[in-house]
């Protein structure tokens, strides 16, 4: 069965502290490894998708990465504004549902 | 706005009780996912639709049940409640076939059984 493990489970920050979530998993067969972001009371919204080892991909201050066994999503001079639940999910080969972990809850206090 | 919409957002009722949740997929999506997420479980993967056809099926109590209907709209029916299945339920949506293809979320609705 798949597995997804985040750490840490949650992560406070200064306003411009820069931070990486980490991802690990077991999957067999990765077809694609997916973050989202997901504010309180609302839906995830999808941020990246990572496809192969060594992938990686930037939106405004955060760059994803991926290796074998885990990716990494990098905060870089985080804002307020960036304060959510980041959520990992991965996507096997056979199949299309995704398989999400439990999410780190980053804070950034201005 | 994710192009997915869920209704009710909000739902309150008693336990033994039956209800009905509606999603809407983003135009062109085939696919339709529902998702439950309460705070000790995560986002939990429940039941795949895919043009109609049911296509995969997680950790889903048999008192629930899905369909997808004919304009790709989806209804999940949760019947005999419990307390427990107070939860977020969200509804997503994708191309489906072929190939990788993200998820995209509804806001989900709020079920409350009390």
Do not use: M
């Not at chain 2, 033994?16 to 529902?34: A, H, K, M």
Request: charge should be negative; hydrophobic fraction near 30%; charged fraction near 20%.
């Amino acid at each position: 069965e798949d597995q997804v493990t985040q750490s840490p489970e949650a992560l406070r920050l200064q306003e411009g502290e820069s931070s990486s979530l980490n991802c690990s998993y077991t999957v067999s067969g990765l077809r694609g490894l997916f973050w989202y972001r997901q504010d309180p009371g609302k839906g995830p919204e999808f941020l990246f998708t990572l496809y192969s080892a060594g992938e990686e991909k930037e939106k405004e201050r955060l760059k994803a990465t991926l290796t074998k066994k885990e990716s990494f999503l990098h905060i870089t001079a985080p804002k307020p504004e960036d304060s959510a639940t980041y959520l990992c999910a991965v996507q096997r080969s056979n199949d299309y549902k995704l398989s999400f972990g439990a999410g780190t809850t980053v804070t950034v206090r201005a | 706005d994710s192009g997915v919409t869920q209704t009710p957002k909000h739902l309150i009722t008693a336990t033994g009780q039956r209800v009905t949740l509606r999603c809407s997929p983003r135009s062109g999506d085939l696919s339709v996912y529902w998702y439950q997420q309460s705070l000790d479980q995560g986002l939990q993967f429940l039941i795949q639709y895919y043009n109609g056809e049911e296509r995969a099926k997680g950790n889903i109590l048999e008192r629930f049940s899905a369909q997808q209907f004919p304009d790709l709209h989806s209804e999940l029916n949760l019947s005999s409640l419990e307390l427990g299945d107070s939860a977020l339920y969200f509804c997503a949506s994708s191309v489906g076939d072929p190939g990788v293809h993200s998820l995209h979320f509804g806001n989900g609705t709020r079920l409350t059984v009390t």
